[in-house]
């Protein structure tokens, strides 16, 4: 498919969330390295140890971190700085 058929089959605000897609789902996949690497770290720990059976190889694999709830905080974060700027009065929860 050439750009001008992608261009005029999709948006380039479809283009920029497919994008940030692939960029978040390779960020959480592992890899063929990211297995090898902490096989290394995990045997060259396992030879430093007193008790090398009770190191887990779990630990030492990648697991990035929850990038949603770091969004939310920083949408918070920011929503309450401009808010400050502007002397508005953060909103608070409605009570039902």
Known sequence: MTVRELSERITFRE?????????WDEYRR??????YLAQIAFET??????????EKFSS???QPSDEQAEREDK???SKKAWL???DMPLPTAKKN
């Open 15 to 23: 283009f920029q969330e497919w994008l940030e897609y692939l960029e």
């Open 30 to 35: 592992q890899t063929k390295e990211d297995f």
């Open 45 to 54: 720990r396992r030879s430093y140890v007193r008790h090398p059976n009770k």
């Open 60 to 62: 030492f694999l990648y």
């Open 75 to 77: 949408l918070k974060a």
């Open 84 to 86: 400050a700027v502007m």
